[in-house]
Protein backbone atom coordinates (compact mmCIF):
# COMPACT_ATOMS: atom_id res chain seq x y z
CA UNK A 1 0.00 0.00 0.00
CA UNK A 2 1.29 3.41 -0.90
CA UNK A 3 0.27 6.75 0.22
CA UNK A 4 1.71 9.88 -1.22
CA UNK A 5 1.27 13.17 -0.15
CA UNK A 6 -2.23 12.60 1.20
CA UNK A 7 -4.65 15.22 2.43
CA UNK A 8 -7.76 15.14 3.97
CA UNK A 9 -9.64 18.12 4.84
CA UNK A 10 -13.34 18.57 6.24
CA UNK A 11 -14.37 22.26 5.69
CA UNK A 12 -11.39 23.98 7.70
CA UNK A 13 -9.96 21.21 9.53
CA UNK A 14 -6.98 20.01 8.17
CA UNK A 15 -7.06 15.96 9.47
CA UNK A 16 -4.56 14.80 6.81
CA UNK A 17 -1.46 16.87 6.04
CA UNK A 18 0.64 15.76 3.44
CA UNK A 19 0.56 12.01 4.83
CA UNK A 20 3.52 9.50 2.89
CA UNK A 21 4.34 6.19 4.39
CA UNK A 22 3.85 2.60 2.47
CA UNK A 23 2.65 -0.87 4.03
CA UNK A 24 4.26 -3.94 2.61
CA UNK A 25 2.73 -7.59 2.41
CA UNK A 26 3.79 -9.61 4.90
CA UNK A 27 4.21 -7.23 7.65
CA UNK A 28 2.47 -5.56 10.40
CA UNK A 29 1.77 -1.69 9.83
CA UNK A 30 0.91 0.24 12.91
CA UNK A 31 -0.69 3.87 12.46
CA UNK A 32 0.02 5.18 15.69
CA UNK A 33 -1.04 8.90 17.33
CA UNK A 34 -3.59 10.62 19.93
CA UNK A 35 -7.45 10.68 18.87
CA UNK A 36 -7.91 12.92 15.90
CA UNK A 37 -4.54 12.65 15.27
CA UNK A 38 -5.43 11.40 11.72
CA UNK A 39 -5.38 7.77 12.02
CA UNK A 40 -9.04 6.83 11.20
CA UNK A 41 -9.69 9.77 7.94
CA UNK A 42 -6.16 8.09 6.37
CA UNK A 43 -7.43 4.57 6.79
CA UNK A 44 -10.85 5.34 5.93
CA UNK A 45 -9.33 6.54 2.51
CA UNK A 46 -7.24 4.16 1.87
CA UNK A 47 -11.00 1.93 2.48
CA UNK A 48 -12.27 3.77 -0.43
CA UNK A 49 -14.74 4.85 2.65
CA UNK A 50 -13.52 8.67 2.15
CA UNK A 51 -12.34 10.63 -0.23
CA UNK A 52 -9.38 12.73 -0.15
CA UNK A 53 -9.01 16.10 -0.52
CA UNK A 54 -5.51 15.79 -2.63
CA UNK A 55 -2.54 12.78 -3.17
CA UNK A 56 -2.49 9.47 -4.53
CA UNK A 57 -3.18 6.11 -2.52
CA UNK A 58 -2.70 2.78 -3.78
CA UNK A 59 -3.66 -0.34 -2.56
CA UNK A 60 -2.42 -3.79 -4.07
CA UNK A 61 -1.93 -1.53 -7.02
CA UNK A 62 -5.86 -0.35 -6.80
CA UNK A 63 -7.15 3.03 -6.55
CA UNK A 64 -9.09 2.59 -3.39
CA UNK A 65 -12.56 4.42 -4.97
CA UNK A 66 -11.65 3.98 -9.06
CA UNK A 67 -11.33 0.42 -8.08
CA UNK A 68 -13.44 -0.27 -5.24
CA UNK A 69 -15.30 -3.55 -6.05
CA UNK A 70 -11.83 -5.26 -7.28
CA UNK A 71 -10.25 -3.99 -3.79
CA UNK A 72 -13.01 -5.25 -2.01
CA UNK A 73 -12.24 -9.20 -2.84
CA UNK A 74 -8.72 -8.05 -1.50
CA UNK A 75 -9.36 -5.89 1.66
CA UNK A 76 -10.53 -7.24 5.46
CA UNK A 77 -11.53 -4.74 6.96
CA UNK A 78 -12.71 -3.54 10.82
CA UNK A 79 -14.26 -0.37 11.45
CA UNK A 80 -14.00 1.08 15.17
CA UNK A 81 -17.84 0.82 15.37
CA UNK A 82 -17.93 -2.52 14.09
CA UNK A 83 -21.04 -2.24 11.96
CA UNK A 84 -22.95 -5.11 12.33
CA UNK A 85 -26.74 -5.06 13.32
CA UNK A 86 -27.26 -5.16 17.04
CA UNK A 87 -30.05 -8.44 16.44
CA UNK A 88 -27.64 -9.98 14.35
CA UNK A 89 -26.73 -13.47 15.59
CA UNK A 90 -22.61 -14.47 15.76
CA UNK A 91 -23.13 -18.02 13.74
CA UNK A 92 -24.84 -15.81 10.92
CA UNK A 93 -22.81 -12.72 10.22
CA UNK A 94 -19.75 -14.77 10.20
CA UNK A 95 -21.26 -17.01 7.64
CA UNK A 96 -22.76 -14.35 6.05
CA UNK A 97 -19.70 -12.53 5.55
CA UNK A 98 -18.14 -16.01 4.37
CA UNK A 99 -20.50 -16.17 1.79
CA UNK A 100 -20.21 -12.58 0.67
CA UNK A 101 -16.52 -12.80 0.00
CA UNK A 102 -16.87 -16.52 -1.03
CA UNK A 103 -13.43 -17.28 -0.46
CA UNK A 104 -13.44 -20.35 1.47
CA UNK A 105 -13.12 -19.70 4.52
CA UNK A 106 -15.17 -21.68 7.00
CA UNK A 107 -17.77 -19.39 9.40
CA UNK A 108 -17.29 -22.32 12.74
CA UNK A 109 -13.46 -22.07 12.36
CA UNK A 110 -13.40 -18.11 12.18
CA UNK A 111 -15.83 -17.97 15.34
CA UNK A 112 -13.08 -20.67 16.80
CA UNK A 113 -10.52 -18.57 16.07
CA UNK A 114 -11.56 -15.30 17.44
CA UNK A 115 -12.53 -17.55 20.46
CA UNK A 116 -16.29 -17.05 20.00
CA UNK A 117 -17.26 -20.44 19.84
CA UNK A 118 -19.23 -20.47 23.06
CA UNK A 119 -21.00 -17.26 22.15
CA UNK A 120 -22.43 -18.87 18.07
CA UNK A 121 -25.89 -17.73 19.01
CA UNK A 122 -25.34 -14.65 20.55
CA UNK A 123 -26.54 -11.66 19.13
CA UNK A 124 -24.41 -8.46 18.91
CA UNK A 125 -26.02 -6.61 21.66
CA UNK A 126 -25.73 -9.69 23.86
CA UNK A 127 -21.65 -9.27 23.48
CA UNK A 128 -19.49 -7.32 25.65
CA UNK A 129 -17.07 -4.83 24.15
CA UNK A 130 -14.28 -7.09 23.64
CA UNK A 131 -16.52 -9.85 22.11
CA UNK A 132 -18.00 -7.18 19.73
CA UNK A 133 -14.11 -6.74 19.13
CA UNK A 134 -13.38 -10.12 18.45
CA UNK A 135 -16.55 -10.58 16.19
CA UNK A 136 -15.57 -7.70 13.82
CA UNK A 137 -12.09 -9.21 13.66
CA UNK A 138 -13.50 -12.31 12.27
CA UNK A 139 -15.93 -10.32 9.70
CA UNK A 140 -12.13 -9.16 8.40
CA UNK A 141 -10.67 -12.21 8.58
CA UNK A 142 -13.91 -13.86 6.12
CA UNK A 143 -12.01 -11.76 3.14
CA UNK A 144 -8.97 -13.79 3.50
CA UNK A 145 -7.35 -10.76 2.88
CA UNK A 146 -4.50 -9.79 0.83
CA UNK A 147 -4.47 -6.45 2.99
CA UNK A 148 -6.00 -5.72 5.60
CA UNK A 149 -7.56 -2.60 7.98
CA UNK A 150 -7.94 -3.00 11.19
CA UNK A 151 -9.08 0.50 13.09
CA UNK A 152 -8.46 -0.33 17.17
CA UNK A 153 -8.64 -3.70 17.40
CA UNK A 154 -8.11 -4.40 20.88
CA UNK A 155 -9.74 -1.14 22.06
CA UNK A 156 -12.42 -2.63 25.14
CA UNK A 157 -10.49 -5.86 24.83
CA UNK A 158 -9.56 -8.14 28.51
CA UNK A 159 -5.99 -9.29 28.82
CA UNK A 160 -6.45 -12.32 27.31
CA UNK A 161 -8.59 -10.81 24.20
CA UNK A 162 -5.84 -9.07 23.66
CA UNK A 163 -3.82 -11.75 23.40
CA UNK A 164 -5.24 -14.06 21.04
CA UNK A 165 -5.73 -10.79 19.22
CA UNK A 166 -1.80 -9.79 18.66
CA UNK A 167 -1.89 -13.53 17.66
CA UNK A 168 -4.45 -13.48 15.01
CA UNK A 169 -2.76 -10.69 14.00
CA UNK A 170 0.17 -11.63 13.65
CA UNK A 171 -0.59 -14.98 11.95
CA UNK A 172 -2.44 -13.05 9.48
CA UNK A 173 0.89 -10.84 8.29
CA UNK A 174 2.74 -14.23 8.24
CA UNK A 175 0.31 -15.37 5.33
CA UNK A 176 1.50 -12.84 3.02
CA UNK A 177 -1.27 -9.91 4.32
CA UNK A 178 -0.51 -6.30 4.42
CA UNK A 179 -1.88 -6.02 7.92
CA UNK A 180 -2.53 -1.66 8.48
CA UNK A 181 -3.39 -1.52 12.48
CA UNK A 182 -4.54 2.12 14.02
CA UNK A 183 -4.21 1.98 17.20
CA UNK A 184 -3.38 4.87 20.05
CA UNK A 185 -2.04 2.15 22.54
CA UNK A 186 1.58 1.89 22.63
CA UNK A 187 2.59 -0.90 24.36
CA UNK A 188 0.11 -2.60 21.39
CA UNK A 189 1.90 -1.00 19.07
CA UNK A 190 5.20 -1.63 20.50
CA UNK A 191 4.36 -6.05 21.03
CA UNK A 192 2.81 -5.88 17.10
CA UNK A 193 4.57 -3.73 14.88
CA UNK A 194 6.91 -4.37 11.72
CA UNK A 195 7.01 -0.70 11.00
CA UNK A 196 5.22 2.28 12.52
CA UNK A 197 3.97 5.29 11.72
CA UNK A 198 3.39 8.23 13.69
CA UNK A 199 0.55 10.73 13.49
CA UNK A 200 0.78 13.81 15.02
CA UNK A 201 -1.72 16.65 14.01
CA UNK A 202 -2.50 15.46 10.63
CA UNK A 203 1.11 14.79 9.94
CA UNK A 204 3.39 11.74 10.11
CA UNK A 205 6.39 12.65 12.05
CA UNK A 206 7.52 9.76 11.87
CA UNK A 207 7.92 6.12 9.53
CA UNK A 208 9.95 3.19 10.44
CA UNK A 209 10.82 0.14 11.88
CA UNK A 210 10.80 0.39 15.95
CA UNK A 211 14.89 -0.25 15.80
CA UNK A 212 15.08 2.88 13.42
CA UNK A 213 12.75 4.83 15.20
CA UNK A 214 15.21 4.19 18.46
CA UNK A 215 17.98 4.65 16.28
CA UNK A 216 21.11 7.00 17.99
CA UNK A 217 18.78 7.19 21.13
CA UNK A 218 20.37 3.82 22.71
CA UNK A 219 21.21 4.16 26.59
CA UNK A 220 20.27 2.59 29.17
CA UNK A 221 17.33 3.88 31.38
CA UNK A 222 15.81 3.68 34.88
CA UNK A 223 13.92 5.43 37.46
CA UNK A 224 15.43 6.38 40.75
CA UNK A 225 14.78 9.16 43.54
CA UNK A 226 14.97 12.76 42.12
CA UNK A 227 17.70 13.63 44.29
CA UNK A 228 20.21 11.33 42.90
CA UNK A 229 23.41 13.21 41.97
CA UNK A 230 23.74 13.00 38.13
CA UNK A 231 27.07 14.80 37.77
CA UNK A 232 28.34 12.69 40.18
CA UNK A 233 27.33 9.38 38.77
CA UNK A 234 28.23 10.62 35.26
CA UNK A 235 31.72 10.75 36.28
CA UNK A 236 31.69 7.46 38.05
CA UNK A 237 30.05 5.84 35.10
CA UNK A 238 32.28 8.02 32.61
CA UNK A 239 29.02 8.74 30.70
CA UNK A 240 26.65 11.34 30.08
CA UNK A 241 23.46 11.10 32.44
CA UNK A 242 20.43 12.82 31.37
CA UNK A 243 17.81 13.65 34.03
CA UNK A 244 14.05 13.56 33.02
CA UNK A 245 10.81 14.01 34.60
CA UNK A 246 9.85 12.04 37.41
CA UNK A 247 12.89 10.63 38.72
CA UNK A 248 14.27 9.32 35.07
CA UNK A 249 16.81 8.91 33.47
CA UNK A 250 19.26 7.80 30.66
CA UNK A 251 22.84 6.92 30.70
CA UNK A 252 23.88 7.47 27.14
CA UNK A 253 26.30 4.35 26.76
CA UNK A 254 26.01 0.75 25.16
CA UNK A 255 24.14 -0.47 27.99
CA UNK A 256 26.44 -3.45 28.46
CA UNK A 257 26.57 -5.63 31.59
CA UNK A 258 29.49 -4.41 32.78
CA UNK A 259 27.82 -1.16 32.64
CA UNK A 260 24.74 -2.04 34.58
CA UNK A 261 26.53 -3.79 37.29
CA UNK A 262 28.64 -0.42 38.11
CA UNK A 263 25.09 1.30 37.76
CA UNK A 264 23.56 -0.85 40.43
CA UNK A 265 26.59 -1.04 42.76
CA UNK A 266 26.07 2.63 42.50
CA UNK A 267 23.06 3.27 43.57
CA UNK A 268 23.34 0.67 46.29
CA UNK A 269 26.38 2.50 47.76
CA UNK A 270 24.37 5.30 47.69
CA UNK A 271 21.21 3.65 48.91
CA UNK A 272 19.28 4.60 45.71
CA UNK A 273 16.28 2.51 44.49
CA UNK A 274 16.65 1.42 40.82
CA UNK A 275 13.27 1.04 39.14
CA UNK A 276 12.03 0.53 35.65
CA UNK A 277 15.59 -0.71 33.87
CA UNK A 278 15.87 -0.91 30.38
CA UNK A 279 18.24 -1.08 27.65
CA UNK A 280 15.92 0.34 25.18
CA UNK A 281 13.85 3.40 24.37
CA UNK A 282 9.98 2.66 25.09
CA UNK A 283 7.94 3.53 21.87
CA UNK A 284 6.47 6.03 24.44
CA UNK A 285 9.40 7.60 25.04
CA UNK A 286 10.22 7.89 21.50
CA UNK A 287 6.54 8.84 20.81
CA UNK A 288 7.05 11.87 23.42
CA UNK A 289 10.65 12.77 21.76
CA UNK A 290 9.09 13.00 18.21
CA UNK A 291 6.08 14.61 19.28
CA UNK A 292 8.61 17.54 21.49
CA UNK A 293 11.05 17.47 18.61
CA UNK A 294 8.17 18.78 16.12
CA UNK A 295 8.15 21.81 18.27
CA UNK A 296 4.16 21.70 19.42
CA UNK A 297 3.84 19.01 21.80
CA UNK A 298 1.14 18.01 23.89
CA UNK B 1 -25.52 -14.33 -6.76
CA UNK B 2 -24.20 -16.03 -4.09
CA UNK B 3 -23.02 -12.33 -2.49
CA UNK B 4 -26.79 -11.28 -3.04
CA UNK B 5 -28.61 -14.53 -1.98
CA UNK B 6 -26.84 -14.77 1.35
CA UNK B 7 -27.83 -11.13 2.17
CA UNK B 8 -31.40 -11.50 0.79
CA UNK B 9 -31.61 -14.37 2.97
CA UNK B 10 -30.42 -12.36 6.09
CA UNK B 11 -32.83 -9.57 5.41
CA UNK B 12 -35.45 -11.70 5.37
CA UNK B 13 -34.31 -13.55 8.44
CA UNK B 14 -34.07 -10.04 10.48
CA UNK B 15 -37.18 -9.11 9.29
CA UNK B 16 -38.88 -12.08 10.57
CA UNK B 17 -36.81 -11.69 14.25
CA UNK B 18 -37.86 -8.42 14.31
CA UNK B 19 -41.29 -8.22 16.20
CA UNK B 20 -41.71 -4.42 15.79
CA UNK B 21 -41.54 -4.45 11.89
CA UNK B 22 -43.66 -7.63 11.53
CA UNK B 23 -46.57 -6.09 13.60
CA UNK B 24 -45.76 -2.72 11.31
CA UNK B 25 -45.96 -4.93 7.89
CA UNK B 26 -48.35 -7.98 9.48
CA UNK B 27 -49.97 -6.86 12.19
CA UNK B 28 -51.80 -3.95 11.68
CA UNK B 29 -52.74 -4.68 8.45
CA UNK B 30 -54.51 -7.81 8.90
CA UNK B 31 -55.92 -6.17 12.05
CA UNK B 32 -57.33 -3.37 10.47
CA UNK B 33 -58.80 -5.09 7.72
CA UNK B 34 -60.64 -7.46 10.51
CA UNK B 35 -61.47 -4.24 13.19
CA UNK B 36 -63.26 -2.55 10.61
CA UNK B 37 -64.89 -4.81 8.61
CA UNK B 38 -66.47 -6.42 11.73
CA UNK B 39 -67.15 -3.36 13.76
CA UNK B 40 -68.82 -0.83 11.18
CA UNK B 41 -67.66 2.71 12.50
CA UNK B 42 -66.12 3.68 9.68
CA UNK B 43 -67.59 6.11 6.20
CA UNK B 44 -66.71 3.32 4.01
CA UNK B 45 -69.28 4.21 1.28
CA UNK B 46 -71.85 2.06 -0.47
CA UNK B 47 -71.47 -1.08 -0.95
CA UNK B 48 -70.01 -4.43 1.14
CA UNK B 49 -67.58 -3.06 4.08
CA UNK B 50 -65.11 -5.77 3.37
CA UNK B 51 -64.61 -4.62 -0.68
CA UNK B 52 -63.82 -1.06 0.13
CA UNK B 53 -61.46 -2.18 2.91
CA UNK B 54 -59.47 -4.55 1.17
CA UNK B 55 -58.18 -2.27 -1.44
CA UNK B 56 -57.11 0.30 1.23
CA UNK B 57 -55.28 -2.08 3.42
CA UNK B 58 -53.40 -3.35 0.67
CA UNK B 59 -52.25 -0.12 -0.25
CA UNK B 60 -51.31 0.21 3.63
CA UNK B 61 -49.46 -2.90 4.17
CA UNK B 62 -47.62 -2.17 0.86
CA UNK B 63 -46.62 1.35 2.29
CA UNK B 64 -45.88 -0.17 5.58
CA UNK B 65 -43.28 -2.42 3.83
CA UNK B 66 -42.08 -0.25 1.23
CA UNK B 67 -41.54 2.61 2.94
CA UNK B 68 -41.62 2.40 6.88
CA UNK B 69 -40.25 -1.09 7.03
CA UNK B 70 -37.78 -0.70 4.55
CA UNK B 71 -37.40 2.93 5.84
CA UNK B 72 -36.24 2.55 9.69
CA UNK B 73 -34.20 -0.65 9.21
CA UNK B 74 -32.50 1.25 6.41
CA UNK B 75 -31.87 3.88 9.20
CA UNK B 76 -30.61 2.33 11.59
CA UNK B 77 -28.24 0.46 9.72
CA UNK B 78 -26.80 3.56 8.29
CA UNK B 79 -26.53 4.78 12.32
CA UNK B 80 -25.31 1.55 13.49
CA UNK B 81 -22.71 1.49 10.34
CA UNK B 82 -23.99 -1.87 8.88
CA UNK B 83 -24.16 -0.20 5.27
CA UNK B 84 -20.37 1.10 6.04
CA UNK B 85 -19.30 -2.10 6.74
CA UNK B 86 -21.05 -3.89 3.84
CA UNK B 87 -19.68 -1.45 1.55
CA UNK B 88 -16.54 -2.43 2.12
CA UNK B 89 -17.35 -6.27 0.74
CA UNK B 90 -18.05 -7.66 -2.77
CA UNK B 91 -21.91 -7.45 -2.35
CA UNK B 92 -21.21 -3.73 -3.57
CA UNK B 93 -24.01 -1.16 -2.98
CA UNK B 94 -25.91 -2.20 -6.13
CA UNK B 95 -26.83 -5.80 -4.74
CA UNK B 96 -27.06 -4.70 -1.15
CA UNK B 97 -30.11 -2.45 -2.61
CA UNK B 98 -31.27 -5.34 -4.42
CA UNK B 99 -31.45 -7.79 -1.90
CA UNK B 100 -33.32 -4.80 0.40
CA UNK B 101 -35.76 -4.52 -2.87
CA UNK B 102 -36.26 -8.34 -3.27
CA UNK B 103 -36.68 -9.03 0.54
CA UNK B 104 -39.66 -6.10 0.13
CA UNK B 105 -41.26 -7.63 -2.40
CA UNK B 106 -41.24 -11.41 -0.52
CA UNK B 107 -42.26 -9.38 2.50
CA UNK B 108 -45.38 -7.89 0.13
CA UNK B 109 -46.24 -10.96 -1.74
CA UNK B 110 -46.96 -13.18 1.82
CA UNK B 111 -48.54 -9.58 2.35
CA UNK B 112 -51.16 -9.73 -0.65
CA UNK B 113 -51.45 -13.46 -0.09
CA UNK B 114 -52.63 -13.27 3.51
CA UNK B 115 -55.26 -10.06 3.41
CA UNK B 116 -56.67 -11.65 0.39
CA UNK B 117 -57.04 -15.20 2.00
CA UNK B 118 -58.62 -13.28 5.40
CA UNK B 119 -60.87 -10.72 3.43
CA UNK B 120 -62.08 -13.91 0.94
CA UNK B 121 -62.93 -15.05 4.54
CA UNK B 122 -64.50 -12.25 5.46
CA UNK B 123 -66.80 -12.41 2.27
CA UNK B 124 -64.69 -10.68 -0.80
CA UNK B 125 -64.80 -12.49 -4.14
CA UNK B 126 -62.17 -12.48 -6.06
CA UNK B 127 -64.12 -12.67 -9.06
CA UNK B 128 -63.54 -8.88 -10.39
CA UNK B 129 -59.42 -9.19 -9.80
CA UNK B 130 -57.68 -7.02 -12.12
CA UNK B 131 -54.62 -8.55 -12.78
CA UNK B 132 -52.89 -5.32 -14.87
CA UNK B 133 -54.37 -3.12 -11.81
CA UNK B 134 -53.11 -4.83 -9.15
CA UNK B 135 -49.33 -4.99 -11.26
CA UNK B 136 -49.42 -1.33 -12.07
CA UNK B 137 -49.87 -1.00 -8.18
CA UNK B 138 -47.59 -3.18 -6.62
CA UNK B 139 -44.63 -2.28 -9.41
CA UNK B 140 -45.45 1.72 -9.01
CA UNK B 141 -46.82 1.75 -5.50
CA UNK B 142 -43.49 -0.34 -4.48
CA UNK B 143 -41.03 2.29 -6.54
CA UNK B 144 -42.72 5.33 -4.93
CA UNK B 145 -42.56 4.15 -1.46
CA UNK B 146 -39.48 2.69 -1.43
CA UNK B 147 -38.02 6.19 -3.29
CA UNK B 148 -38.89 8.15 -0.10
CA UNK B 149 -38.43 5.32 2.37
CA UNK B 150 -34.70 5.63 1.40
CA UNK B 151 -34.74 8.98 0.78
CA UNK B 152 -35.66 9.67 4.86
CA UNK B 153 -33.32 6.90 5.46
CA UNK B 154 -30.17 8.58 3.29
CA UNK B 155 -29.98 12.02 5.08
CA UNK B 156 -31.90 11.68 8.53
CA UNK B 157 -30.28 10.54 11.72
CA UNK B 158 -31.53 7.13 12.82
CA UNK B 159 -34.32 8.35 15.34
CA UNK B 160 -35.27 11.58 13.41
CA UNK B 161 -35.62 9.24 10.24
CA UNK B 162 -37.87 6.90 12.81
CA UNK B 163 -40.03 9.79 14.23
CA UNK B 164 -40.37 11.09 10.13
CA UNK B 165 -41.15 7.71 8.34
CA UNK B 166 -43.88 6.86 11.42
CA UNK B 167 -45.42 10.08 10.92
CA UNK B 168 -45.82 10.25 7.01
CA UNK B 169 -46.94 6.72 7.66
CA UNK B 170 -49.78 8.13 10.13
CA UNK B 171 -50.42 11.33 7.96
CA UNK B 172 -50.92 9.45 4.21
CA UNK B 173 -53.34 6.86 6.15
CA UNK B 174 -55.77 9.26 7.08
CA UNK B 175 -55.31 11.84 4.60
CA UNK B 176 -55.14 9.58 1.12
CA UNK B 177 -58.39 7.47 1.57
CA UNK B 178 -57.03 4.59 2.35
CA UNK B 179 -59.64 2.98 5.46
CA UNK B 180 -61.89 6.43 5.02
CA UNK B 181 -63.23 7.00 2.32
CA UNK B 182 -62.26 9.99 0.17
CA UNK B 183 -65.37 11.42 -0.32
CA UNK B 184 -66.49 11.59 2.74
CA UNK B 185 -63.29 14.35 3.50
CA UNK B 186 -63.42 17.98 2.60
CA UNK B 187 -63.16 19.02 -0.55
CA UNK B 188 -59.23 19.99 -0.09
CA UNK B 189 -58.35 16.88 1.37
CA UNK B 190 -60.04 14.77 -1.22
CA UNK B 191 -57.84 16.60 -3.82
CA UNK B 192 -54.82 15.76 -1.71
CA UNK B 193 -55.34 12.52 -1.51
CA UNK B 194 -55.40 11.97 -5.20
CA UNK B 195 -52.06 13.43 -5.62
CA UNK B 196 -50.51 11.45 -2.68
CA UNK B 197 -48.95 8.16 -3.66
CA UNK B 198 -51.26 6.30 -0.73
CA UNK B 199 -53.91 7.78 -2.61
CA UNK B 200 -52.97 6.80 -6.08
CA UNK B 201 -52.58 3.54 -4.69
CA UNK B 202 -55.42 2.89 -2.78
CA UNK B 203 -57.32 4.10 -6.37
CA UNK B 204 -55.51 1.43 -7.80
CA UNK B 205 -56.15 -0.82 -5.58
CA UNK B 206 -59.77 -0.77 -5.87
CA UNK B 207 -59.93 -1.60 -8.99
CA UNK B 208 -57.80 -4.09 -9.17
CA UNK B 209 -59.86 -5.90 -6.34
CA UNK B 210 -62.53 -4.89 -8.03
CA UNK B 211 -64.38 -2.33 -5.83
CA UNK B 212 -64.40 0.14 -8.59
CA UNK B 213 -64.30 -0.24 -12.63
CA UNK B 214 -62.59 3.28 -12.74
CA UNK B 215 -59.69 3.62 -15.37
CA UNK B 216 -55.85 3.76 -13.15
CA UNK B 217 -54.11 5.57 -15.96
CA UNK B 218 -54.43 8.81 -14.03
CA UNK B 219 -53.40 7.25 -10.14
CA UNK B 220 -50.73 5.04 -12.37
CA UNK B 221 -49.13 8.46 -13.62
CA UNK B 222 -49.17 10.18 -9.97
CA UNK B 223 -47.16 6.89 -8.99
CA UNK B 224 -44.63 7.36 -11.72
CA UNK B 225 -44.04 10.46 -11.09
CA UNK B 226 -43.47 9.89 -7.09
CA UNK B 227 -41.62 7.04 -8.14
CA UNK B 228 -39.32 9.05 -10.50
CA UNK B 229 -39.09 12.05 -8.00
CA UNK B 230 -38.14 10.09 -4.83
CA UNK B 231 -35.85 7.44 -6.35
CA UNK B 232 -33.56 10.39 -7.71
CA UNK B 233 -33.83 12.02 -4.56
CA UNK B 234 -32.94 9.05 -2.60
CA UNK B 235 -30.17 8.89 -5.19
CA UNK B 236 -28.51 11.84 -5.18
CA UNK B 237 -29.10 12.54 -1.31
CA UNK B 238 -27.88 9.02 0.19
CA UNK B 239 -25.17 8.92 2.09
CA UNK B 240 -24.01 5.65 3.64
CA UNK B 241 -22.84 6.70 6.78
CA UNK B 242 -23.75 9.56 9.02
CA UNK B 243 -20.13 10.31 8.95
CA UNK B 244 -19.36 10.10 5.67
CA UNK B 245 -18.37 11.94 2.61
CA UNK B 246 -20.82 10.86 -0.39
CA UNK B 247 -18.50 8.33 -2.42
Known sequence: MVVEDLVVSYGDLRAVDHASFNAAHGEVTVILGPNGAGKTSTIEVCEGFRTATSGNVSVSGLHPLRDHAALTRKMGVMLQGGGVYPSSRVGEVVGLYVDLYDKGASADELIDRVGLGHRRSHTWKQLSGGEQQRLSLALALAAVPEVAFLDEPTAGVDVSGRQDIRRIVTDLATTGCAVVLATHELDEAERLADRIVIFHQGRVVANGTLAELRAGNDGLRFTSSPELDDTELARHLNAQVTRGPEGRFVVAADPTPSLVARLSQWLADHSLPLNDLRTSETLEAIFQRIVDSTGDGQ | ?247
Open chain 2, 1 to 247: MKPWRAQTAAELHLLVRNGEQLLLTMGIPVLLLVFFSVVDVLPTGEGDTIDFLLPGVLAIALMSTAMVSLGIATGFERSYGVLKRLGATPLGRPRLIAAKLACVVVVQVVQFVVLAVIAALLGWSASGLNVIALLSGFIFGTASFVGIGLFLAGTLRGEINLAAQNGLYLLMLLLSGMIIDADSMPSGLNSLATALPSGALATIMRTATGHSTSGIAAPTMVLIAWSAMALVLAGRTFSWSPSDSKR
